[in-house]
């Protein structure tokens, strides 16, 4: 079965921009996880969404935003990017939380 | 705080060699806890989970295995192809996932 897509793959954007990344869930998983990996701080939770609904949030600014649609699609954006916001952002889906998340190859961000 | 530590940063190993990765953990209120490895420029594949201390899974060359302050993955007569980047999380009382910062397991042929 097809996994989760993310696009794009890859993306670079100007300090002040904002961008949106786009996820597609695999079919018939209903919670769709964001989380930024950097390598200084490794892999740091963003939001989650479950059937439309944020049910979690990390700790990040307000900048950062999130929806999921009907079918599950999601997407998140990052408003006034900051040179600090380059990092590989990675969607995960799930039947549901206690099920193992199944990653998409993530979108590559670089702000200069 | 709720916190994942994982030990080594990195292990080098001789193809064949046995040995264990470790991820220790505070946190209040375990759900559970994850395993997944990751290979450069991809995202976390996932390999077990683990809910209550005793419990083992397997999987090929892997087994895990928990208690109540860590895991342990252990990997027997390690391939090449298991060369890549080992995560733990754990779920929190919240739900939510607190990643430890990975081991970079290297197997040389």
């Known amino acids: 079965k097809a996994g989760v897509t993310q696009t794009p793959r890859y993306l670079i954007k100007t300090r002040g921009q904002q961008v949106t990344l786009s996820c597609s869930p695999i079919s018939g998983h209903r919670s769709v996880s964001w989380y930024q990996q950097t390598p200084g701080q490794g892999l740091q939770f963003l939001f989650e969404y479950f059937s439309e609904t944020q049910r979690n949030k990390g700790n990040f600014p307000g900048r950062f935003s999130g929806r999921q649609f009907s079918n599950s699609r999601s997407e998140m954006n990052v408003s006034t990017l900051e040179l600090g916001d380059s990092a590989l952002y990675l969607c995960?889906?799930?039947?549901?939380?206690?099920?193992?998340?199944?990653f998409g190859s993530g979108t590559r961000l670089t702000v200069v | 705080e709720d916190q994942v530590t994982q030990s080594p940063e990195a292990l080098r190993l001789q193809e064949g060699e046995s040995s264990s990765l470790n991820c220790s953990y505070t946190v209040s209120g375990l759900r559970g806890l994850f395993w997944y490895r990751q290979d450069p420029g991809k995202g976390p594949e996932f390999l077990f989970t683990l809910y209550s201390a005793g419990e083992e899974k397997e999987k090929e060359r892997l087994k895990a295995t928990l208690t109540k302050k860590e895991s342990f993955l252990h990997i027997t007569a390690p391939k090449p192809e298991d060369s890549a980047t080992y995560l733990c999380?754990?779920?929190?009382?919240?739900?939510?996932?607190?990643w430890g910062a990975g081991t970079k397991l290297i197997i040389k042929p």
């Open positions: 995960a889906s799930s039947y549901d939380r206690y099920y193992g998340y199944t």
């Open positions: 999380a754990v779920m929190d009382s919240n739900y939510q996932l607190i």
